[in-house]
């Protein structure tokens, strides 16, 4: 919400922002009933209650009070608009307010992206009952109603963003302003609004591409082949010139081979990335979640656990069931223990410094507490195998162009499929598939500059499975029942 406290600061409000029980850096988490108003909604409500309470206290507050919230806070924001004295306006952004009603709350202002087209037929609906209009009859940028009486409505369609670019909108910072403005009859000509969301991308974008370059820095690893690696040193098990066959061991059913670093073909990728994405929910589906104090997160460990070892077991199958000594040749050659942990190390810091600062200075709560620190590790228990057999699946088992996307779509595939399964339960899944997206393309880069560079793909996959613990650990609420 930094861009909101800012644009409205300058503009002369005292400004108090804060956050949630289970939400960014507060120690507690949530309580109560997910699924019920009158369950976590309320908790969450009285604590609006409190720093509302604290807020009319500071030097220079005066009499008037707004709420301005997002998405699913929206709900919280205007129920208690709704139901305490003195919320003079709301500005309910990707609004999600099934409470709403004609009459109240006071002055509402509904705000969606362009490209959230269902939030926008949601403020169009809410803004008509003030209006007493049918909602195709709603237009957006109108002011119906009186802001003097309270019985304001407005709807803002932020032009050219989607749930998340819609609070850095230099479009919703100034219809903010302007809607507080309204409420309680003050003069604009403050400092323009603080939109910056198209120079957080392009630091953020600068950033990513400099990790290719940087990628130079990465060690190569002994007896290790890629296309940016060494050919293989004098002993290493080299695959036979016939596809199907292996100089040095035996040929099994199908083409597989006991050697595992033999490169499969595309059938061997669809079997090994499609079973365990077809298993995975239905493996789970069955099983209770909540042994981790977070919403959903507990799932998340499980299904990325799940797959991974699903995938590993395949990976091992197909290439002919090899025995630990030749996998663990093949994982860690000798002499690249050194290299491996330094290699690893450099890609784990790139991303503390390149990605968990920035997002954490410029976007949302980012940087552990303690309390978060057990929920990372746990989660990591999950990601690592994830990632270590895919990175393995994609880099050398069946390096085929668009082998990382497809499994990355199979992997968001199975989660779908486990969301159909249990909707009620898991439907917060739906709201974060655009995060884990984004962070599959960022890190499919990392890990393949990285892979060019070392030849393995193992530190890679140990860094992207720290970045997805990390990023689950810290953003997803804290839930305690």
């Known amino acids: 919400m930094d861009a909101f406290s800012l644009s409205l600061a300058r503009a002369g409000y005292t400004v108090v922002a804060f956050d949630f029980l289970g939400h960014g850096r507060h120690p507690r988490p949530l309580t109560g009933n997910l699924g019920e ?23 220079g507050a005066g009499e008037g009070l707004a709420v301005v919230g997002h998405s699913m806070a929206t709900n919280i924001l205007v129920r208690f608009a709704q139901e305490q004295p003195g919320v003079d306006a709301t500005v309910a952004v990707s609004i999600m307010a099934p409470t709403a009603e004609a009459e109240s709350p006071a002055n509402l202002m509904a705000v969606a992206g362009e490209w959230e087209p269902r939030l926008v037929a949601e403020g169009r609906r809410v803004v008509a009952l003030g209006a007493g209009r049918p909602p195709e009859e709603v237009e957006a940028f109108a002011t119906y109603g009186d802001p003097s009486t309270g019985s304001a409505r407005r709807l803002v369609v932020a032009p050219r963003v989607e749930h998340v670019g819609v609070l850095y909108s230099r479009t919703t910072l100034e219809e903010t302003v302007a809607w507080l403005d309204a409420t309680f009859e003050r003069e604009g000509g403050g400092e323009p609004a603080a939109g910056r969301g198209g120079w957080i991308a392009l630091f953020m974008g600068a950033l990513l591409l400099l990790a290719w370059p940087g990628s130079r820095l990465l060690p190569r690893l002994p007896g290790e082949t890629g296309p940016g690696g060494k050919a293989p040193e004098a002993g290493t098990i080299r695959p036979a010139r016939r596809a199907g066959t292996d100089a040095h061991s035996p040929s099994r059913p199908g083409g597989a081979t006991s050697n595992p670093t033999r490169p499969g073909g595309w059938r061997r990728l669809l079997l090994v990335a499609g079973i365990p994405a077809v298993l995975t929910p239905l493996l789970l589906a069955p099983l209770p979640t909540g042994f981790l104090p977070v919403v959903v997160g507990d799932y998340l460990a499980a299904h990325f656990a799940t797959y991974g070892i699903l995938t590993a077991g395949l990976l091992w199958w197909t290439a002919g ?50 309390e978060r620190l057990p929920l990372m590790a746990a989660t990591l228990l999950g990601t690592l195998p994830f990632f270590l057999a895919d990175e393995w699946l994609t ?20 989660l779908a499929l486990a969301v159909a399964l249990d909707f009620s ?17 960022v890190h499919g880069l990392l890990s393949r500059w990285a892979f060019h560079r070392t030849g393995s793909p193992v530190p890679a996959a140990l860094a992207n499975a720290v970045a997805f613990a990390w990023a689950l650990g810290v953003t997803f609420p804290m839930y305690a029942g």
């Open 425 to 441: 339960g898991l439907f917060f899944l739906v709201i974060i598939v655009p995060v884990i997206l984004i962070f599959f393309v």
């Open 37 to 59: 108003q009158e369950g976590t909604p309320a908790v969450l409500m009285g604590q609006v209650g409190e720093v509302a309470e604290w807020a009319r206290t500071l030097p």
């Open 321 to 370: 069931r090899p025995e630990f000594s030749s996998i663990r040749q093949a994982v860690l050659p000798k002499g690249s223990a050194g290299p491996m942990i330094l290699a690893t190390a450099l890609a784990v810091g790139w991303f503390m410094v390149a990605v968990a600062w920035p997002i954490d200075r410029f976007f949302t709560s980012f940087a552990p507490t303690a």
């Open 395 to 414: 880099r050398k088992a069946a390096p085929h162009r668009g082998a990382y996307p497809l499994t990355k779509l199979l992997f968001l595939g199975s």
